[in-house]
């Protein structure tokens, strides 16, 4: 979980995933990514089911605003598979009138 911090806007640029699934028909993992505003409201921004490597590279990353928490998640179909996630982004401080720069 990465919280935005107050007065700054964070842009995800990329994430990888990766896993110990061997790839079969009967395996599977699913990535997803959660985010909580600062008001409580949930969303569920990206989901995507893969074996073995997960890589998105963003060409306009993806904005989250102040205060908000980002959550990034996997599941997996057993309770044997390793899996790590890594996430790259830009934290730019806003101006006082909230844009940023």
């Given at each position: ?11 995800l ?6 896993t ?11 990535y997803?990514?959660?985010?909580t ?11 995507a089911?893969f074996?073995?490597t997960y ?17 990034l ?6 309770n ?11 934290l730019v401080?806003n ?7």
């Amino acid at each position: 979980i990465y919280t935005v911090p107050a007065g700054y806007t964070f842009y995800l640029s990329r994430i990888d995933a990766y896993t110990s699934a061997n790839g079969s028909s009967a395996d599977w993992v699913q990535y997803r990514n959660v985010q909580t505003s600062p008001t409580g409201v949930i969303a569920l921004s990206q989901q995507a089911p893969f074996t073995n490597t997960y890589h998105a590279q963003r060409v306009m990353p993806r904005g989250f605003t102040e205060k908000t928490d980002i959550q990034l998640q996997a599941k997996t179909s057993a309770n044997t598979y390793a899996v790590s996630i890594a996430a790259e982004g830009y934290l730019v401080k806003n101006y006082i009138d909230g844009t940023t720069g």
